[in-house]
Each structure stands twice: as structure tokens, then as C-alpha cells.
């Protein structure tokens, strides 16, 4: 992941994808983003389930896919963001995480995502600012049949958690969203407020990035080595 960072190449040369036909580049930026073998599933599952256990620590009462909250996910390409095809009941999922109160008292639907500032739709206003792609999916999620005003019009709140997959970063509502946990959690425990937010970020990061080496792992060349890593991943 450093070298992702540095920008320097991980791959000798570009080859097919072994696992969903599309051209992993030398970066392993189509690592990042590819729908094969749930590994986009997977870095969305442990992120939400981190935040889920941040919640429960204070005494939120969390609930995990509660259902019957929102309607169907966005697509990206031919299948929803899970990989779940449209026909299929599954993909009335509802939100990810579930807060029976939140600010004001009122409940809230926390959605997750990981998108990428490298997709061709969002590369160059990325390039421009590197908040443009949390913030444009921020915004679609909410938009996407009505789903914000779905949420309001039954008596809850909805928020976008959205990450951004190349460089680790959150959006605006994410962000608002953790600095609140991290004040509630500091007001029972005593603990800095920015201690305990700095440390949900590293722990977040460290999440996105781990699943994001893995992934790439798993498209490359395939040898004993390979598998291995992935086995104890």
C-alpha cells in the first residue's frame, strides 16, 4: 500500500484480471474497485461492523441491517454496490447500521460505502479535489430514489458513510458522524476527544487498507506465496 501511495508501479505490466476479465494496471488501481470474488463486500463489512461496535460502546444500541428502512442500493454497473443483482429479493437491503436515537433524539440510518476517486466519472474533479468523490457519492446515496426524503417521510434520518478507497479519506457526513461518536464516547469515559477520534480513524484506515492489499494480492499472478497470505488474511 505504500507503493500505491508513492505511485510506484506494484505490477511488471498490465495483464487480464483473473477474476472478473477487466485490465489490472501496473498500479493495481482495478484492484481497488474490482466486483470479482467480494472483495469490495468484505472492506464494506468490516468498516461498517468497526463503526457498529463504536456505537455499542456507548451505549447507542446499535442494530445491524435492520429491515424494512430503505429501498434498493445503488448500482454500479450491471449489479448493486453488494454485488447483489436487482431481481433478487436480498437486494432490498435495508440500512446498515440502525440508531434508535441520535441527535435531537431522533433516529438515524447510517448507510456505508467505499468508492474510488479513480472511477472515469469523478478521476478529474478528483484530481482537482481530492473530496469531490466522497462528497458526489455522498450525494447520489441520498438521492437515489428519493432515498433521504423515504427516510424522513417515515421518521428518520438518513446519512451516507462514505470512504474513499485509494486514499483512505471520509466525507463530510461521515466525518460529522464520527466526531459526534467521538464526544459521546469522551463524555462517559473521560478520554480526549481527539484521542479517541484519531484512533477510530487509524483503526478505520488500517481496515480499508489491509482489504485493499488483500484484494490486490488476489489478482495477482497466482504461486504458493499468494496463497498463503491469503489463507492467514
Same mark, same amino acid.
Given at each position: 500500500?505504500? =507503493?500505491?501511495?508513492?505511485?510506484?508501479?506494484?505490477?511488471?505490466?498490465? *495483464?487480464?484480471?483473473?477474476?472478473?476479465?477487466?485490465?489490472?494496471?501496473?498500479?493495481?488501481?482495478?484492484?481497488?474497485?474490482?466486483?470479482?470474488?467480494?472483495?469490495?463486500?468484505?472492506?464494506?463489512?468490516?468498516?461498517?461492523?468497526?463503526?457498529?461496535?463504536?456505537?455499542?460502546?456507548?451505549?447507542?444500541?446499535?442494530?445491524?441491517?435492520?429491515?424494512?428502512?430503505?429501498?434498493?442500493?445503488?448500482?454500479?454497473?450491471?449489479?448493486?454496490?453488494?454485488?447483489?443483482?436487482?431481481?433478487?429479493?436480498?437486494?432490498?437491503?435495508?440500512?446498515?447500521? %440502525?440508531?434508535?436515537?441520535?441527535?435531537?433524539?431522533?433516529?438515524?440510518?447510517?448507510? *456505508?460505502?467505499?468508492?474510488?476517486?479513480?472511477?472515469?466519472?469523478?478521476?478529474?474533479?478528483?484530481?482537482?479535489?481530492?473530496?469531490?468523490?466522497?462528497?458526489? %457519492?455522498?450525494?447520489?446515496?441520498?438521492? %437515489?430514489?428519493?432515498?433521504?426524503?423515504?427516510?424522513?417521510?417515515?421518521? *428518520?434520518? *438518513?446519512?451516507?458513510?462514505?470512504?474513499?478507497?485509494?486514499?483512505?479519506?471520509?466525507?463530510?457526513?461521515?466525518?460529522?458522524?464520527? %466526531?459526534?461518536?467521538?464526544?459521546?464516547?469522551?463524555?462517559?469515559?473521560?478520554?480526549?476527544?481527539?484521542?479517541?477520534?484519531? =484512533?477510530?480513524? =487509524?483503526?478505520?484506515?488500517?481496515?480499508?487498507?489491509?482489504?485493499?492489499?488483500?484484494?490486490?494480492?488476489?489478482?495477482?499472478?497466482?504461486?504458493?506465496?499468494?496463497?498463503?497470505?491469503?489463507?492467514?488474511?
Amino acid at each position: 500500500m505504500i =507503493q500505491r501511495w508513492l505511485r510506484a508501479p506494484i505490477l511488471e505490466e498490465p *495483464f487480464t484480471c483473473p477474476l472478473c476479465e477487466g485490465v489490472i494496471d501496473i498500479h493495481g488501481d482495478h484492484c481497488l474497485v474490482c466486483p470479482g470474488c467480494g472483495d469490495r463486500t468484505k472492506r464494506h463489512n468490516l468498516l461498517r461492523n468497526a463503526v457498529f461496535h463504536e456505537c455499542a460502546s456507548v451505549a447507542l444500541s446499535p442494530e445491524l441491517q435492520k429491515p424494512g428502512l430503505l429501498r434498493l442500493r445503488p448500482s454500479i454497473e450491471a449489479l448493486l454496490e453488494d454485488r447483489i443483482r436487482r431481481d433478487n429479493l436480498e437486494a432490498h437491503r435495508p440500512a446498515d447500521i %440502525y440508531l434508535p436515537r441520535w441527535r435531537s433524539g431522533v433516529p438515524v440510518a447510517l448507510d *456505508f460505502a467505499v468508492t474510488s476517486g479513480l472511477r472515469s466519472s469523478v478521476v478529474t474533479a478528483a484530481a482537482r479535489d481530492g473530496s469531490s468523490a466522497t462528497r458526489f %457519492y455522498e450525494d447520489h446515496k441520498s438521492s %437515489y430514489l428519493d432515498t433521504r426524503a423515504q427516510c424522513i417521510n417515515e421518521g *428518520f434520518n *438518513f446519512i451516507p458513510i462514505v470512504a474513499e478507497a485509494v486514499g483512505g479519506s471520509w466525507g463530510p457526513a461521515a466525518s460529522k458522524v464520527f %466526531y459526534s461518536l467521538a464526544q459521546t464516547k469522551s463524555s462517559t469515559t473521560g478520554e480526549a476527544k481527539n484521542t479517541i477520534l484519531r =484512533q477510530l480513524y =487509524q483503526h478505520l484506515g488500517i481496515l480499508l487498507h489491509r482489504t485493499n492489499a488483500r484484494a490486490i494480492l488476489r489478482r495477482r499472478v497466482p504461486h504458493a506465496d499468494t496463497y498463503l497470505l491469503l489463507k492467514a488474511a
